[in-house]
């Protein structure tokens, strides 16, 4: 298969990699098994697997720092599996970049069921390529440019844009918001959201300097704003 197709899994259980290697397989993935989180980075730097479902608890490098790197060179979209409740903890994996989350113990078929949906996500994303005068969103590659430069989003980050930049000036809510990213209809907290906005705002201020393009409307949600003509 495709790297288009293949799952890399990071996880030090041995059962319960195969198990998942199994269900993926069952549902038309091809998947690579990594167990010690040393070995991670130098994998993908040469593979580019289309999703990778990462522990958070490794021997060697631990998820977090992981997936923060990652996100230094690349948008591949990561699901963090933990074992580990604390919202604290899965606020942290979205706020370095992860897509999503899955807590242990989980579902085999839930977990493949959320490989499809950020999939999912994605190819809907990649059908559309938005241009404005002061930006200029590629959902083929999730980067945005303006003034002669570029930056690069998480597919969740450039989802949560997408949907503000589609209608400048509405306000949406958290709620809605949430829908625009988790399609399943999961529950999760307000903070979830406010975590992936501060993170979107502070690389569209590298992007345009000086400029609020998102804000924050207080008790109401977020809106979208386009600089004023000109200012580029």
């Not at 288009?4 to 397989?25: G, N, Q, T």
């Not at 958070?56 to 990652?70: H, K, V």
């Amino acid at each position: 298969m495709s790297n288009a197709s293949r799952i890399l899994i990071v996880e030090d259980e041995d059962k319960l990699a195969k198990l998942a290697a199994d269900y993926l397989r069952n549902a038309g993935f091809d998947s690579e098994i990594i167990s010690h989180g040393d070995a991670v980075l130098p994998w993908v730097r040469q593979q580019h697997p289309a999703l990778i479902l990462l522990d958070l608890m490794l021997p060697g490098r631990d998820g977090l720092s992981i997936c923060r790197e990652i996100r230094s060179f690349s948008a591949v979209p990561i699901i963090m599996v933990t074992a580990r409740v604390e919202e604290i903890d899965r606020l942290l994996g979205l706020e370095l970049g992860a897509d999503d989350y899955i807590c242990k113990p989980y579902s085999p078929r839930e977990m493949v069921a959320r490989v499809k949906a950020v999939l999912r996500r994605l190819q809907s994303a990649s059908l559309e390529t938005f241009h404005a005068d002061a930006l200029s969103l590629d959902a083929n590659r999730f980067r945005v440019a303006a003034a002669g430069r570029e930056i690069e989003l998480t597919s969740v980050e450039f989802q949560l844009l997408q949907t503000l930049y589609r209608q400048p000036g509405h306000i949406f809510s958290r709620s809605k918001l949430m829908d625009s990213i988790y399609q399943d209809q999961r529950i999760v907290s307000d903070r979830t959201i406010d975590s992936h906005i501060k993170k979107l705002r502070k690389k569209l201020d590298e992007l345009l300097p000086g400029r609020e393009l998102i804000h924050a409307v207080y008790g109401a949600g977020y809106r979208y704003e386009p600089p004023a003509s000109g200012q580029d």
